[in-house]
């Protein structure tokens, strides 16, 4: 099925706002049937409080030299950005993940890290990774993204995909409560209508195209 | 079927040379009607009916160098406005753009906001390079090259708007004072711009401008300030110092006065301004608010010489 993509502009979503509440209001009143919602993981972390100040982040002996094998691009280049990534995910992966790592590179192989160490660590926004202002925040990945997306779909009504899409059309579905496949999730969200700017536009209403609607 | 709802308003530069423009695309789940009203050469509105106010009212400040800013308020159930403040008197078009989402497209074209820039002499500097890799920052991203990728978008947005932008390196790499500057020596270089970041003590970030050589004060202000605006970072101030490298020097001495300023928009030595570095959109934004700044400047001289 085609789908058309719609951007939804919100207002800044805050630390503990009810997700599912912002879906509502701005979702609520103009889905139709077959429509699903596309929430960036980003914005859910943020409602979910795990945007985490830096300077509240004392990074240990092993973040900090762990920190210093990734690319500085990425997303696991600061100290407090690996340190939260052992806390989440334990010092025994993510130094599991760095050797798988190294292999990896031997072989050419990239995100052999986040295969080993967990999908998971791979949603981290490192510092200034997250629009102001939680430009001074690192955002861990959203707790549990498919019972936040089936939570929404009972309370508003609409399929919903937590989703990490970026400008180079990657897209990750971490929660999915129906309605649509991964793969097509996939495909419509890889020019990432949400932009990765200041755009403000963290969720996508995707609307089936039907035929003579006029909404092709 | 539910009526249709406005759920997006943005703001981008689209286009390239001569047909690059500032458009504003105002988005909805269907069809609405609009009308367009000029209340002053740099102010107007765009009165939507029949769609909902979806998108939250909100002021956006969007600085792109011909847009200031842009309002978007409910007036009625099924009725809205967007207030748009322009810096410039600029022609306005608007079209729709049909499916779904409906858009509307309103655009200024941008060239003419820049008429001042064209055919300046300009020298674009950016600091270090090859063995001398300036400052280095908390997870070790170094001055040299983030100098060079400011350097290089500013030189870019230069030529677009017709100005004879020259840079002293294109690549990484050690270049001799001698040939970074003989071009102010030689040619008819109006402007030397250098680009920096700044390496301060723990806590300071944000942007500064120096002024290099006298008279050059009220450039640099203009500069800092676009800089200051658009980042939204501390502003560290605009202060005056005549050091300049020795080659520099003495391509002035032989060429006679011409204005240096040197901007810093972000301290490497602090992390947060070192995370920002890393975003090629923070580059972007920092290359138009300088070259909004150097616009700034020679549209206020052309008007003070308009005036005298």
């Known amino acids: 099925m085609s789908y058309a993509c719609i951007p939804i502009r919100t207002h800044l979503v805050r630390p503990g706002e009810d997700i599912a509440g912002v879906v509502e209001r701005y979702v609520g009143r103009i889905a139709e049937p077959g429509d699903v919602v596309a929430i960036s993981e980003s914005v859910v972390a943020i409602a979910q409080g795990r945007a985490i100040p830096y300077l509240n982040v004392r990074p240990g002996l092993a973040a900090r030299l762990l920190s210093r094998l990734p690319n500085k691009e990425g997303s696991m280049g600061t100290p407090q950005a690996m340190q939260l990534a052992i806390n989440e995910a334990g010092l025994p992966r993510v130094l599991l993940g760095v050797a798988a790592a190294g292999l990896g590179r031997l072989i050419g192989r990239r995100g052999v890290f986040f295969l080993v160490a967990g999908r998971d660590l791979a949603q981290i926004d490192d510092i200034a990774g997250t629009l102001p202002p939680y430009d001074d925040c690192i955002t861990l990945g959203p ?72 909404n092709d | 079927m539910t009526e249709p709802a406005i759920t997006n308003i943005r703001a981008s530069i689209t286009g390239e040379g001569a047909g690059e423009r500032s458009r504003i695309l105002i988005e909805a789940t269907g069809t609405f009607r609009y009308s367009l009203t000029a209340l002053s050469p740099t102010s107007g509105s765009i009165h939507i009916s029949g769609a909902v106010l979806g998108a939250p009212e909100e002021d956006i400040a969007v ?12 007036v009625g159930p099924e009725e809205a406005v967007v207030d748009i403040q322009l810096e410039l ?14 858009g509307l497209a309103v655009t200024f074209p941008r060239p003419a906001a820049y008429r001042w820039l064209a055919g300046k002499y300009i020298l674009i500097d950016p600091g270090h390079g090859g063995r001398d890799t300036g400052g280095r920052g908390p997870i070790n991203l170094l001055e ?35 040939r970074r500057f003989g071009p102010v020596a030689l040619g008819r270089m109006e402007l030397v711009l250098l680009v920096h970041l700044g390496v ?69 030595s602090d992390q ?6 890393r975003s090629p959109v923070f580059i972007e934004k920092v290359a138009l608010a300088t070259v909004n700044g150097l616009r700034d400047f020679y549209a206020a001289c052309e008007g003070k010489r308009a005036s005298s």
Do not use: M
């Open chain 2, 200 to 268: 301060e003590k723990k806590g300071t970030r944000g942007v500064r401008t120096v002024f290099r050589t006298q008279g050059a004060h009220d450039l640099a202000a203009a500069v800092n300030s676009r800089l200051v605006r658009k980042t939204g970072f501390p502003n560290r101030g605009v202060v005056g110092d005549s050091s300049l490298p020795p080659a520099l020097r003495r391509a002035l001495k032989f060429r006679g006065p011409v204005p240096v300023i040197e901007i810093e928009p972000a301290c490497i």
């Open chain 1, 143 to 214: 707790k549990d993204p498919a019972a936040v997306a089936r939570q929404i779909k009972e309370r508003v009504g609409i399929d919903t995909a937590i989703v990490d899409a970026n400008d180079i059309g990657k897209v990750d579905v971490l929660g999915l409560s129906g309605g649509i496949t991964v793969r097509e999730l996939e495909e419509l969200l890889a020019p990432n209508p949400a932009g990765n700017d200041d755009q403000k536009t963290p969720i996508v209403l995707l609307r089936p195209r039907r035929e003579g609607s006029g």
């Open chain 2, 144 to 178: 040299k090259n983030l100098t060079l990728k400011i350097a290089r978008q500013v030189h870019q947005y230069l030529l677009g708007y017709g100005a004879n932008s020259t840079l002293t390196r294109a690549s990484d790499g050690n270049v001799p004072g001698v």
């Open chain 2, 89 to 102: 008197p600029a022609p306005v078009e608007a079209s729709t753009e049909p499916g779904l989402p409906f």
């Open chain 2, 63 to 74: 600085d792109d160098g011909l847009i200031s800013r842009l309002a978007i308020r409910r």
């Open chain 2, 272 to 277: 947060l301004d070192e995370g920002w570095l």
